[in-house]
């Protein structure tokens, strides 16, 4: 279950706000006059993100070590040739 509490209320119950989120495996969104914060999320989830996004980085690293030492230029106008492709594609789908 995803939660908002202010700071304050953070503070006066964050061993409740613990529990909670370890044993019922909420989310907890923290605000500050209103604006969000920060999020109090179990363990498991913040690892499995942690996991999630190291392997998004990997194919970063990919693409990086296939285009060493091409033009950065060069690269720009292939993705913009391919984005301007993809964008005409979507455009005839929806006719």
Not at 37 to 47: D, H, K, N, Q, S
Not at 77 to 93: F, I
């Amino acid at each position: 279950m995803l939660k908002e509490i202010s700071a304050l209320k953070a503070r006066q119950n964050l061993g409740e706000l613990l529990e909670e989120v370890y044993y019922c495996n909420d989310h907890v969104v923290i605000k500050r006059r209103d604006k969000p914060m920060a999020v109090l999320i179990p363990v498991e989830a913040y690892r499995a993100w942690q996991a999630e996004r190291e392997e998004d980085f990997k194919v970063f690293d990919q693409i990086r070590a296939r285009n060493k030492g091409v033009d950065p230029a060069e690269v720009e106008r292939d993705l913009e040739a391919v984005t301007q492709r993809v964008r005409a594609q979507r455009r005839a789908g929806r006719k």
